[in-house]
């Protein structure tokens, strides 16, 4: 019998970094086994819709935290989440909004995994940053054909 022999896995977050911090933060937010579950790129599905009302819903979860850029992809969705002061940390904001969006999609789906574990996050340091990762969300459904998340490139 072979056994595979599983690595630790890492946290993924920034080590001693503060992510109640007052910040904006780009994340990446995978589905399981990045299925394309969310429709055409730029243009989703229910399900889709589904994790943009979600999106949209987080400064009323988490009042004073803000969305200020996203785009649903098929597998994938990224947003710039705009922390003002220390209220809240990163983890809390997307874990709740993973949850919210799997309860919505629980309903037509019960049973199916929506989300893959954790996520991905970039602290945003400066301007030049910023502008560079809100052009690169804009323009991400018209470079979807190759994009490192597309199951057929």
């Not at 595979?4 to 109640?20: A, C, E, F, G, V």
């Not at 098929?74 to 922390?83: A, G």
């Not at 602290?123 to 018209?142: D, H, V």
């Amino acid at each position: 019998m072979d056994y595979k022999i599983l690595r630790p896995r890492q946290n993924p977050r920034l080590q001693n970094y503060d992510y109640k911090t007052a910040n904006h933060y780009f994340v990446t937010v995978c589905t399981h086994h990045k299925q394309c579950v969310f429709g055409a790129a730029g243009k989703p599905n229910v399900v889709g819709q589904m994790a943009a009302q979600g999106i949209k819903d987080i400064s009323r979860h988490f009042p004073g935290v803000g969305v200020d850029e996203y785009v649903i992809m098929p597998n994938h969705v990224h947003m710039i989440l705009v922390f003002p002061q220390e209220q809240c940390n990163l983890s809390a904001v997307v874990g709740s909004y993973k949850s919210y969006v799997s309860k919505m999609f629980h309903v037509e789906h019960p049973g199916v995994t929506l989300w893959q574990r954790s996520f991905y996050d970039h602290i945003i340091r400066n301007e030049n940053a910023y502008c560079e990762i809100k052009r690169y969300i804009q323009e991400n459904p018209l470079k979807w054909n190759l994009d490192e998340y597309n199951p057929n490139v």
